[in-house]
């Protein structure tokens, strides 16, 4: 146990943990520093010099100031207001100006401060630098001139494990950039977009697109919201984090206007059963000696899978053929629903509503479309991050947490297995439940893995299917699926089956995920997903009826089955 | 002699860091002496990056033998045997003739000083940002705690010293210091790098030195960027303190020509960590940009902007931009910033 010390702010005492920071006790006790640069789960930079305090007559930082017996500390007086204001001045000279964002008035952590201190901004002109914005391919895009040079982006790439992204230069021309090392690249995951207090770094957004096509009479508009964005999104209406609001979402769907409400969790269980059935293949093989290619790996993180496309290209044929969630329910609605219905294929856009970046930049994989009815169809029109749906519900004036709750459309129905998709493990945990049925006949004896779930980076387990052992592991972000893959590259482990995710925590703590994520919040979230797998009557994909009529449907359709249920992978260029 | 011995020798002749700082060296090295760390490194900073200053130059130039004395005298005291020459390019490629020799010699007696070429700039002397290039990091400053002392580079606690305060080390271990230092002298008939006594007013020095004006003139000391400015008078009263360089400036000098020079220095070197001297400097530079040489200065924009710089800057060097303004503005003009 550590150490308790009383500091005192502004004359009333706080218990603080001994080496917590001042600004950590401020913020865990509601009182207002304002900051920029820190991040909770990030390396303290103390860049942005807006957490002042006073302590023994001198202005310092709070964020790497450490708590001690007896500190006293002020937080208010004069000197320190017009410190901080006069420096939010210069930190974000010309902001509002250069923000695309801002110009629709969507608020974000810099706005929010802006208003509190009574700074607008153009106080101060900007040096502007000749830099163009980089995209990185369809996910993400960083904007050097309104960065704030806080390195919480840098930071997160770093910690993540690819270190695409740094600052360069010394005095005004410091700014963002990119790694030109040509054994480098973006993996897409948008952590850094996650981390970006001043939308410097953003995903690359559809919501204009979104918002031409609602109002389009002659689309078909279907929105489907993937596993995680339920547990989070109420975060950005100041709910708490893993409250599950996907019947209001489901409502609030409507209100916008789309006519048709799926679900990514229906598409979870289709990729589960596609996904199992290959790793039974597989595993048979194994046991009966013949020769096959194990571990499998997962492949429904995009991120996870540029990543090795590009680092370990050699390892992909580990990758199971399944599709991602999104792209078969996708998939699924524009083919078996569509030609149920009598509906114009053609005519329907699908959107998805992800925690993620690197879905944006799947949707628009030309190896993903699809023929059907004489068209060539996209599994996936539009992907919006959690973000931008909250942005649009805002901008719509619609007032989530009070809406009524409603139920998703039939075709969306999804399995317990589905909802857990979205947390690390959860992939893994769906997929042996259907394995382990497929292989053997008979359903696993316990229905939860308690021992793939939670958020430490590489999980590994051992699970008995049938008289067989199945061996597992579950890793989230590269960093840790560089330590894992090395591992199999030097024979030092022989595991069956492996699920990697880019994001920490999986899909969950993903780039496309409300700024208010942290660790300790991401595990609320995921605490919120397993409660909706634990209060499903049907917790096992294979035993989705819907996924069953899908399935039926697709039994004497051999090639459309092929085109909209495997994919397949190649070694990947920089910036491909 | 007996490593005890030095250290009060050290502190009977009150030894202080030459960089600008004045630290006591003798408590410095007994805090190192005190860890029970197996590794530690002795460190000569040789980066001299504030404008004009030529000392360290000049010790270098003609008495690198002490230098290098001085840093065996400290790595002996520290029982270690392995050191940095952390030098400027321009520098290196003068005086290699001198230091790769001293090098190669202390070699033969098993000491390993490195050479550590550093590109020039001002943040390059700032403790953590020279800790940190040797380290192959980027050249930022660093968080004052842990102290270099404690936790330097590779994990191990450096003994950090200006060239200057080795050369006084060397001196005191053999009887020599004579409680001198050393001043960089500009704007005057004779510029150069003069021995002066360490207590001595800054007129003494310019008349002892034959650099005393014919003209009206103000001067700044302790270094052309962060020196303190003062008037013909107050020079005859204060002090060579920091770095211990004295520039003449012709009372004709025009308040933009002084500010921009002082502007665009710390706008330029400025390494773009923090925001107040990354971005204040550049606002200040850009204040005076925008005027021609005969308008009035916004001292009403400058103000707050430097008062951030000084209070809410990450290291000193944004911070060192308020000596000059300030004291300019109260000593020759009269008014307060």
């Known amino acids: 146990m550590s150490k308790k010390v009383t500091i005192y702010i502004d004359e009333k005492p706080y218990q603080a943990e001994e080496g917590q920071s001042v600004l950590q006790l401020a913020l865990a006790n509601k009182l207002d520093i304002p900051h920029l640069c820190y991040h909770e789960d990030l390396k303290i930079e103390a860049n942005c010099r807006l957490c002042l305090v006073e302590h023994e007559n001198k202005i310092v930082t709070s964020c790497n100031l450490k708590a001690s017996e007896g500190m006293k500390i002020s937080t208010k007086n004069k000197e320190l207001v017009e410190m901080r204001q006069e420096n939010l001045k210069l930190l974000l000279a010309s902001h509002s100006k250069n923000c695309p964002k801002c110009k629709k008035n969507l608020p974000c952590p810099a706005f929010g401060l802006m208003q509190k201190y009574g700074v607008t901004s153009d106080e101060y002109q900007r040096k502007m630098l000749d830099l163009a914005i980089h995209k990185m391919v369809g996910a993400a895009e960083l904007d050097p001139n309104l960065c704030v040079r806080c390195g919480r982006c840098v930071n997160s790439c770093a910690d993540i494990g690819i270190n695409f992204l740094k600052l360069e230069g010394t005095s005004s021309d410091n700014h963002l950039t990119y790694n030109e090392n040509p054994k480098v690249d973006c993996i897409y995951c948008g952590q850094c977009t996650v981390h970006c207090p001043v939308n410097a770094i953003r995903e690359i957004s559809h919501l204009e697109q979104v918002e031409a096509a609602l109002a389009d009479p002659d689309k078909i508009l279907i929105a489907q919201m993937a596993p995680s964005v339920r547990a989070s999104i109420g975060e950005e209406f100041g709910q708490e984090a893993g409250l599950n609001l996907e019947k209001k979402m489901f409502t609030a769907l409507r209100q916008l206007g789309f006519e048709k409400i799926f679900d990514v969790n229906m598409g979870a269980d289709i990729t589960t059963v596609v996904e199992a059935k290959e790793l039974g293949d597989r595993l048979r093989k194994k046991f009966a000696g013949e020769k096959t290619v194990l571990p499998m790996f997962t492949s429904c993180c995009p991120g996870w899978v540029k990543f090795l496309e590009f680092y370990y290209p050699d390892f992909i044929d580990h990758l199971t053929t399944a599709r991602s969630p999104h792209i078969h329910s996708g998939g699924a609605y524009k083919t078996w629903w569509a030609e149920k219905t009598g509906t114009d294929p053609s005519k329907i856009i699908m959107v998805s509503i992800m925690p993620c970046t690197s879905k944006k930049y799947e949707s628009e994989m030309e190896k993903l479309t699809f023929d059907f009815q004489g068209h060539k169809l996209k599994p996936v029109d539009y992907v919006l991050t959690t973000r931008e749906m909250a942005a649009l519900l805002k901008k719509n004036k619609i007032d989530l947490p009070n809406l009524s709750d409603s139920e998703a459309d039939r075709e969306g129905t999804y399995s317990g297995a589905g909802a857990i998709y979205g947390a690390s493990g959860g992939v893994m945990e769906s997929a042996l439940r259907s394995a382990a049925y497929l292989l053997t006949g008979k359903e696993l004896p316990k229905i939860d893995l308690e021992e793939v779930r939670g958020m430490k980076g590489i999980k590994r387990a051992t699970i008995k299917i049938g008289d067989k052992e199945v061996k597992v592991a579950v890793v989230a972000t590269a960093r840790n699926a560089r330590t894992v893959l090395e591992e199999i590259k030097h024979k030092k482990a022989d595991y069956d089956y492996i699920e990697f995710m880019a994001c920490p925590g999986g899909c969950i703590g993903g780039g496309g995920q409300p700024l208010t994520g942290t660790f300790a919040i991401i595990k609320k979230r995921i605490a919120g997903l397993y409660s909706i797998d634990a209060k499903k009557t049907v917790r096992r994909a294979h035993e989705n009826k819907i996924v069953q009529e899908f399935f039926n449907y697709l039994a004497d359709k051999p090639s459309l089955a092929s085109q909209i249920l495997y994919t397949s992978y190649s070694a990947k260029n920089k910036f491909e | ?337």
């Open chain 2, 1 to 337: 002699m007996q490593q005890e011995e030095l250290l009060i020798k050290l502190e009977q002749a009150g030894i202080v860091g030459r960089g600008g700082a004045a630290f006591p060296a003798h408590l410095k090295w007994k805090r190192i002496k005190d860890l029970s760390n197996p590794k530690k490194y002795v460190v000569c900073n040789a980066s001299e990056g504030e404008i004009g200053v030529q000392k360290d130059f000049y010790i270098l130039q003609n008495f690198s033998e002490e230098v290098f004395k001085g840093m065996m005298l400290a790595m002996d005291f520290l029982e270690t045997k392995e050191g940095y020459f952390y030098i400027n390019r321009n520098y290196y490629e003068q005086l290699k003739s001198k230091i790769d020799p001293l090098v190669e010699l202390f070699k033969q007696k098993s000491y390993i000083i490195n050479v550590f070429i550093e590109e020039p700039s001002y943040i390059g002397g700032e403790t953590g940002a020279l800790l940190n290039a040797i380290e192959g990091k980027k050249v930022q400053p660093r968080f004052e705690s842990p102290s270099p002392s404690v936790l330097g580079i590779f994990g191990c606690p450096v003994l950090l010293h200006n060239v200057e305060t080795l050369y006084d080390v060397a001196r005191v271990a053999t009887d020599k210091f004579e409680k001198t230092r050393f001043s960089t002298i500009l704007g005057g008939n004779k510029n150069g790098v003069y021995r002066v006594n360490a207590d001595e007013k800054v007129a003494e020095v310019l008349r002892k030195t034959n650099n005393y004006p014919d003209f009206d003139f103000f001067v700044q000391v302790g270094g052309g960027a962060s020196g303190e400015i003062f008037t013909k008078e107050q020079a005859e009263t204060a002090t060579i303190g920091g770095c211990g360089s004295i520039e003449i400036y012709p009372s004709t000098t025009t308040d933009y020509d002084f500010l921009s020079k002082i502007f665009n220095f710390y706008e330029k070197e400025s390494c773009g960590k923090c925001t107040p001297c990354r971005d204040g400097s550049w606002q200040l530079k850009k204040l005076l940009d925008g005027l021609d040489k005969k308008s009035e200065i916004p001292w009403l924009e400058i103000k707050p902007i430097i008062k951030v710089m000084e209070k809410g800057s990450f290291c000193g060097l944004g911070k060192s931009i308020v000596p000059p303004v300030r004291s300019y503005a109260k000593n020759i003009l009269g008014i307060e910033v």
